[in-house]
């Protein structure tokens, strides 16, 4: 009866928190974060984040079944029935829990909306969807919005700028991304963590070309980890990890990490380079600074931290170059789509020019920040070229001071002036890099 209780609540979570995230537009990370405190068990967790993420993660598709399953339009103030008409759909489609299972406990969430009446229509739908599976999947096959499982604008977008590639971008985008750990190896080497792991009951591999990172079997809570509340590892994915070695601080140097937050970059430059002079570390949202400073403080490391705009330099900074300065850059994020489903549903195509010229400004205003024979290093979770190569390409044009420093590595795809990463290759997220030196 319990284990029955803790299901139901964990799908109710999941609902309130997909309301959030389709009818207010807050992301799927805040609308969990601002729940977790509701569920205080790991396994009710572990179910509410699976379930959430599926259904975004194939929420066109999810759409297309039930519009075919339903004989009229459900009404607006029924919302909420729909989403949990797509939590069904989704557990039947993509999870192994047995038919009759999600069949009550989604009756059962209906009842808790206080729309018993509402228990037969949502069993009759999922019955009918059961009966008539095949039909309905051939049939929505001719659409690729919902054969896909993406908005058309990403798809057009996908396609055009990687014509040899986008199939597989696609299919990236709707699979599970590996749990990846950073082990601090200034502590332990990476063998010796994987050692730990095991002991602990958790399997791992070395990850191909992150010298501290280690990708998990099955995902588990950072409790779970030997030494995390210590600091001896954190979670990050192995393509973010390839910040800090092409960046390469050297000990005495002053180094900018112009966008920090949530501090995924900025503990490792300080873990991989713990002899730099100093790191100042921007942030310009000051409701994601909290998170950067808890995870240096859990893993001992300092930094200046400071809430401000990257773009004012007139505002914070010192007058000193910088020999080393990180512009991790606010982007469309669909090299992380596998990670944040919910990304297709709150981007809009006419994000990405706006995104462009937010990065082309940050680029402008910091790079006279930049010491004689400095590096930048700019990076993106994107893969569109125009957030990509053809920002670093015009930065180039326009700075007659700037030199390419080739990234010339075994990983992604050599992208003049940068290279990218497409998601999932190496168990990677989908990311761009581009090196430029000071002359
Ligand atoms: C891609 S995230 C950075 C991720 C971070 N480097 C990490 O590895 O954990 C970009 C960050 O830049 C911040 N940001 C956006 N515009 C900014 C600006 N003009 N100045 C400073 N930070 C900005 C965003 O709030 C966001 O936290």
Request: net charge positive; proline share 6%.
């Amino acid at each position: 009866m319990a284990r029955k209780k803790t299901k139901l609540r964990a799908r109710g979570f999941a609902l309130q928190a997909l309301l959030e995230v389709l009818h207010q537009g807050h992301s799927l990370s805040r609308a969990l974060a601002e729940r977790s405190t509701a569920l205080s068990d790991p396994r009710e967790q572990g179910l509410a984040g699976e379930l959430s993420h599926g259904v975004l993660r194939w929420l066109p598709q999810l759409e297309a079944i039930i519009g075919k399953c339903l004989h009229r339009p459900m009404k607006a103030r029924d919302r909420d029935l729909r989403i949990v008409l797509m939590l069904g759909t989704y557990q039947l489609l993509h999870t192994r829990i047995p038919p009759h299972a999600v069949l009550a406990e989604t009756v059962a969430l209906a009842e808790t909306l206080g729309k018993g009446w509402a228990k037969g229509f949502v069993n009759g739908t999922l019955r009918g969807l059961q009966r008539q599976q095949e039909q309905i999947l051939t049939a929505i096959k001719a659409d690729p919005v919902a054969n896909l499982a993406h908005p058309a604008w990403l798809i057009d977008t996908i396609k055009e700028a990687w014509p040899e590639h986008w199939q597989a971008v696609l299919k990236a985008n709707l699979a599970r991304a590996p749990m990846t750990l950073r082990v601090n190896i200034q502590r332990q080497s990476r063998k010796h963590y994987l050692q730990r792991l095991a002991e602990a009951g958790h399997s791992g591999r070395a990850a191909s070309h992150a010298k501290a990172a280690i990708h998990l079997d099955e995902p588990c809570s950072v409790q779970a980890l030997p030494g995390f509340a210590e600091g001896d590892v954190s979670v990050q994915d192995a393509a973010a990890q390839l910040a800090a070695p092409l960046l390469d601080p050297q000990a005495g140097q002053r180094v900018l990490d112009a966008c920090a937050a949530p501090g995924g970059k900025t503990a490792h430059l300080l873990e991989y380079a713990p002899a730099i002079k100093t790191l100042t570390t921007l942030e310009y949202d000051p409701e994601r600074i909290p998170r950067l400073e808890e995870n240096l403080q859990r893993l001992g490391l300092q930094a200046d931290t400071l809430c401000a705009d990257a773009t004012k330099t007139a505002d914070w900074w010192d007058g000193q170059p910088y020999e080393r300065i990180l512009v991790d850059a606010p982007c469309s994020g669909t090299g992380v789509i596998r990670r944040h489903p919910d990304i297709k549903v709150l981007r809009r195509a006419g994000d990405v020019p706006r995104l462009a010229h937010t990065q082309h400004l940050m680029l402008e205003a910091l790079w006279p920040l930049l010491a004689q024979g400095g590096v930048l290093l700019y990076a993106t979770c994107s893969t569109l070229p125009a957030e990509n190569q053809q920002l670093a390409r015009n930065f180039l044009q326009q700075h007659s001071d700037a030199k390419v420093q080739i990234i010339d590595a075994s990983w992604g795809h050599a992208r003049a002036p940068g290279r990218q990463i497409l998601p999932s290759e190496d168990d990677m997220d989908g990311f761009f890099y581009a090196r430029f030196q000071k002359h």
